[in-house]
């Protein structure tokens, strides 16, 4: 007997109540149950998952926007500049300006460092050569 | 500026008391799936479908979600039987709401 007659005709002939079938009924309940649980619960994952992503993508429009803003400005400054050949060669230092901006800042920071070293090793050396000849 | 919570539900059904491993493969999937944002999500706990008595195992697992979900609220609770349980819940800072709709999102 297959499932579907056992539910029409089976039951039928079934004294009431009849276990068997109580038992067929509470199963079939429970596993409406689980899956209408699993549903709403994949649903919710799904759904979080898009606007986790959303979200992210958001974020990454910034980060673009304000790519696209910097490179604005470079352009700008770099566009007064009529020899082609410079011209193109600064335009294809513009990626690594954007990529290496903070270094950048460090490696002047460090530049200058070493500027002022410099300047007071020479001074220092100067006034040296003063005293000696005054001292002559 | 802080952003709305993105609701995320955890049915308990049958399956939590009858299957072994049943949370932790769930529990393991969320932190995989949400691993670089537990602070945007808001964990539901969700008595909809089964209405159990709370075991103190049930509590330990709830602090482990809390544990690495920041966010966790226990909603259609009405009918559970807590058996003094849901104290613990609050002491955890996991609200208990009877209904799913009031649960503050």
Known sequence: MSAVDWLTEGRQQCTSPCEEHELFFKSLSLIATKSAAFETEMLSHLSALQEIARREQVGRDIRAHKILDQLASIEAKVGHVTNGGLKDAMMDLVPVILNARGNMQVESIKGRAKIITAAISGAAAVGGALIGWLLR | ?105
């Open chain 2, 1 to 105: 500026m802080a952003s709305t919570l993105i609701p995320v539900l955890f049915h308990i059904t049958q399956d939590y008391y009858t299957e072994k491993g049943h949370f932790w493969e769930r529990f393991m999937s969320a932190k995989r799936l949400y691993g670089g944002h537990t602070e945007d999500v808001l964990i539901m706990i969700s008595y909809r479908f089964y209405k159990p008595a709370i075991t103190r195992k049930q509590i330990e697992h709830f602090a482990e979600v809390k544990r690495t979900f920041p966010h966790v609220v226990v909603v259609h609770a009405k009918g559970v039987q807590w058996n003094g349980h849901d104290a613990e819940l609050k002491g955890m800072e996991i609200p208990v709401f009877e209904e799913g709709h009031n649960a503050g999102i």
